[in-house]
């Protein structure tokens, strides 16, 4: 695989000794660490805390069909996900690359299970789940606009181009920008939900707890609905990886990557589950089952006149969401670009601002093409196969790597039960949609196998032996992007990382 240094600067191409300007310029040639714990903790619960626990939580309760039940699968849901947010909290601290689990698997099982990972996001997960995300935010930002009709099409797609637009921008100029981004819709959506809680706990408190009499009557006893109920939870608690994707950039990763994990694992299941409770509180099952946005439907009858903060925060939390997503999936990019997987290009960064510019652009570019899909939700039903398919196969990774480098620095190391618990677990979540959606998840699988020529054409095969007209093309456009992002290449920091 390939490995880079940063490239030459003027002083030093001129066939003389380089400068103490060059040595010193290529010495920082590296991602800055910025990311502190605060930034750590809100990029966790801004990614993890989507526009679902405001728009459709009635995955859980249409499986389950109690309030009672639901309830026992959120918390069973959030338990295990602090599981699998814990080994990678191991992960993290022995391995430290970005790329979360990409990095992982390379490790442990070599390029080309890496690579397919790395295809599967780069062709369905991210640039689809980022184009939703801006969809949604579209679609509640010209809710007030369009209040008694459908808002035109093209507006709403425009809109949501701006928006990756506008953060794809915002994350090229500065990293410290990003965090900072993050961090206070981060805080606006906590405090939305903490609203919903609070007026819930409320009317709780003045006695209305009639929707909560006989709460597990009717609960379902089929095991593949409740294994379905359990499969909805566990994905809305997704995104507890994301600050892996940026493990060289944290500021003393032994400590605050598996730190900012616990704070906010607990954060997260606890606002979960009192969300819930407090609009079961307030809403019949009938209602929530019935509600395209639950939240709006909960703020209409408790808000009166201040209904509109609802949608608002729905906006401002996918607005979040899709910031810790694009931050995330360009260091994915990034990584896999150093590792010889991708283009040259993707791991360069501006020589001033630090960021990895390119791989921002890449990222941004892909989501944009998918919102031209008209039926991009019809596309984010391909990949839950692969998504968790690829994180037990890291976790896995975990399990093989201590059984072959037993003796590796760890400054963490969990009991093996907690990583055998959670490999049992993704089985059940890679079983569960072959089961339920079988012809989704073979696409996804389809889409994955696509990657097997890619990889033997581009990776597997010797430069030299590649097509003349592939190599020609991308050092034209390396060159060309490397003038236009004002980048170089770069190199990890290995200071720590063995």
């Known amino acids: 695989m390939a490995t880079y240094g940063p490239a030459p600067t003027q002083e030093a ?14 010495e920082s040639m590296k991602l800055k660490k910025e990311i502190s714990l605060l930034n750590g903790v809100c990029l966790i619960v801004g990614n993890m805390i989507g526009s679902g626990i405001f728009v459709s939580p ?6 389950s069909a109690s309030y009672g039940l639901s309830l026992v699968v959120w918390t069973v849901g959030g338990i295990f996900s602090v599981f699998g ?20 698997i390379l490790e442990a099982f070599g390029g080309f299970l890496a690579f397919i990972r790395l295809w599967t996001s780069l062709l369905i997960i991210e640039p689809t789940s980022q184009a939703v ?34 953060l794809t921008f915002v994350n090229c100029a500065y990293v410290k920008y990003g965090t900072r981004v993050q961090d206070f819709f981060t805080y606006a959506k906590v405090i939305a939900l903490i609203a919903v809680i609070i007026t819930g706990l409320v009317k709780i408190g003045q006695g209305h707890t009639q929707n909560f009499d006989g709460m597990f009557d009717g609960s379902s006893r089929d095991p593949g609905g409740i294994a379905l109920a359990l499969y909805s939870a566990l994905f809305s608690y997704s995104g507890w ?12 990763p032994e400590r605050n990557l598996p730190l900012a994990i616990a704070i906010s694992m607990p954060i997260v299941t606890v606002i979960y589950i009192l969300t819930n409770v407090a609009y079961y ?6 209602a929530i089952l019935d509600s395209d946005a639950v939240a709006v439907t909960f ?27 694009i931050l995330a999936s360009s260091r994915l990019f990034f990584v896999g670009s150093r590792e010889g997987h991708l283009p040259d290009y993707l791991c360069m960064i501006h020589v001033h601002r630090y960021t990895p510019v390119p791989a921002l652009l890449f990222n941004g570019v892909m989501a944009l093409i998918y919102l031209c899909v008209e ?20 976790i896995l990774g975990q399990l093989y790597l201590r059984w072959k480098q037993p003796n590796r620095k760890r400054p963490l190391k969990l009991s093996l039960f907690f990583p055998i618990v959670f490999c049992l677990l993704t089985i059940f979540l890679v079983v569960v949609p072959l089961y339920s959606d079988t012809v989704n998840s073979l696409i996804g699988i389809g889409i994955a196998l696509s990657g097997v020529p890619v990889y033997f054409l581009c990776c597997y095969t010797p430069a030299y032996k590649r097509p003349l007209w592939l190599r020609r093309f991308i050092a034209k456009s390396g060159l060309l992007i490397q003038k236009v992002c004002y980048s170089v290449l770069t190199e990890m920091d290995t200071d720590k990382a063995e």
Request: hydrophobic share 45%; proline share 5%.
């Open 375 to 394: 039926d991009i939700f019809r596309l984010i039903n391909y990949y839950s196969f692969s998504y968790w398919f690829f994180v037990g196969l890291s």
């Open 58 to 63: 009635k995955g859980v309760l249409i499986h």
């Open 13 to 26: 191409s001129n066939g003389g000794p380089p400068s103490v300007k060059s040595e010193a310029l290529e």
């Open 241 to 252: 990886d994301t600050l892996n994707f940026v493990t060289e950039e944290i500021k003393n």
């Open 133 to 166: 995300i801006a969809i949604t935010f579209s679609n509640y930002m010209v809710q007030p606009v369009f209040p008694t009709c459908i808002a035109p099409y093209l507006a709403n797609r425009m809109l949501a181009a701006a928006c990756i637009c506008l």
């Open 299 to 325: 703020a209409d009858q408790v808000f009166g006149v201040m209904n509109w903060t609802i949608p608002l925060a729905v906006a401002l939390s996918c607005f979040g969401g899709l910031n810790a997503s």
């Open 85 to 104: 947010a814990l080994c990678y909290a191991e992960l993290g601290t022995t391995i430290t690359k970005s790329g979360a689990s990409y990095a992982y």
């Open 281 to 286: 509180t307030v809403l019949p099952i009938n």
